[in-house]
């Protein structure tokens, strides 16, 4: 069964600081993966996913994410956080035909200091 | 962008009562799915359904649970008889397709006493 990994439980950085969130999955096939975040009261909202092809991928907001096979990792970065981004972070991975049936990571609270 | 709605944002129940939690999918979505996360863990699926049926659920989808699509516009999940431990975030979602952008909602916080 597959299943994600995010080692950082918390995670503070101060504003205009880069970002970088860690992510890794197990998967027998190439997965679907996907970073969410959750604002507090707020529903997920899907940063960015990852199918096939180009191993970096944008999202919005400002974030991106890079695909690599060999460490079984896609972390999502941010070159400058700004205070709204403080959220809960959630790494996800679909099985391939199924991107929808998600397995999440444990998630990332981001705080960010002024 | 489209919206998933769910109603009620927070519900309060007695252990055993039954709940229904609400949502109404985007309206030209076809899979539609019940995940919840239980306070500080990570959010785990529950079931899909499509076509009017359950097309997979995981196992903590019991029998004291069930769903369902009365109309075309709602999709529910029902506990029957509410235990202290399904106390949690519950999320609805809705994809168009089964490999495209999957739609949260705002979710439900049950808390069950």
């Known amino acids: 069964a597959q299943s994600v990994t995010q080692p950082d439980i918390h995670i503070t950085v101060s504003e205009g600081a880069s970002l970088e969130l860690r992510c890794n999955y197990s998967?027998?096939?190439?997965?679907?993966l996907f970073w969410y975040v959750q604002s507090p009261g707020q529903g997920l909202q899907l940063l960015l996913k990852y199918f096939s092809g180009d191993t970096l991928v944008q999202g919005i907001k400002g974030f991106e994410a890079e695909f690599k096979r060999s460490q079984s990792s896609f972390n999502l970065r941010k070159p400058s956080v700004h205070w709204s981004d403080a959220a809960e972070y959630f790494c996800a991975v679909g099985l391939t035909g199924t991107a929808s049936k998600l397995t999440f990571g444990t998630g990332t609270r981001l705080q960010v200091t002024l | 962008e489209p919206e998933v709605t769910q109603t009620p944002s927070h519900q309060v129940t007695q252990m055993g009562q039954e709940v229904i939690l609400r949502c109404v999918p985007i309206s030209n979505h076809l899979y539609f799915y019940w995940y919840r996360q239980i306070l500080g863990q990570k959010v785990e699926f529950l079931v899909s359904f499509y076509n009017n049926e359950i097309s997979e659920k995981s196992e903590i989808f019991d029998d004291q649970f069930s769903v369902e699509r009365p109309d075309g516009s709602n999709f529910t999940l029902k506990i029957r008889s509410t235990k202290l431990e399904d106390s949690a975030m519950y999320f609805c979602?809705?994809?168009?397709?089964?490999?495209?952008?999957?739609?949260f909602g705002s979710g439900t916080q049950l808390s069950v006493l």
């Open positions: 998967y027998g096939a190439t997965p679907y």
């Open positions: 979602a809705s994809v168009r397709g089964s490999n495209e952008k999957l739609f």
